[in-house]
């Protein structure tokens, strides 16, 4: 059997790819389940005003114009994907460990949904998009092809520490009735080890979360540089998941590309993961 560690470091390049004026990055691994839609936004495409340019999806800047604009933005993406983003399930996130679940049988109305303090949503609602937002944390999606259920989630330093990835897949496996070995997951866009130097303080959090974090983790200058997506892989790894698909792109490398936090100090846009059973 492959070293885990080793599996949990890999990564594969994906492609830009241009959808009229937006530019997106997709899983090759998500692409070949045919039931889900997804994607990963870049930058690239609207016309988001600096420091948000140009295709920002969040709401987190304080202003009407940029909620607007974020709207505008929402909406453009759900157009090209063929999804309604009156329907879009967009979670508050605040860097917990809480899921939530839409389910097609609880009779919720239709979105949007803005839930606060949470970080993951997990659905089994066809027509039924859910959107995260980033710079530099890690994306991650896990989708059941056989049960058609999907899990979208947001996992920074915090989120990784409190193993909200493994929690969601657990919470797919034990109460969706999913199996480990029938989860895809993809690892998105974030910012990587060359770019993510951080205190011990995130080294002691994220060490207990899996076996061999010494291997997840590189020094330079006595300095940690986690690969927070490695750590992910790590945790789904050690549930039990196998189909894990890891974007080679850092955030913080291509900030012309991607938002990030890291290398804007702040002053930024987010990009979106979106997927959604269809
Ligand atoms: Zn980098």
Redesign the pocket.
Known sequence: MKDLAAKALEKRDWPLEQFEELTLVRSPLLKTIDTVAHAFTTRKGGNSPLPLDSFNLGRHWNTDESRADAMKNRKRLCDLLGLNSEDLAVPGQQHTNNIHFISAKNGMPPGPFHFPAIDAVATDRKQQPVLLHFADCVPVMLVDPSRKKICVIHAGWRGTAASIVKKSAELMCKELDCKPTDLHAAIGPA??T??YETGNEVIEGLRPTVSQSDSLVVYKDNSPHPDLKAFNAMQLLEAGVENIDVSSW?T??HPEIFYSHRQSAGQTGRQGALACLV
């Open positions: 910012i990587g060359c770019c850092c913080a490398c």
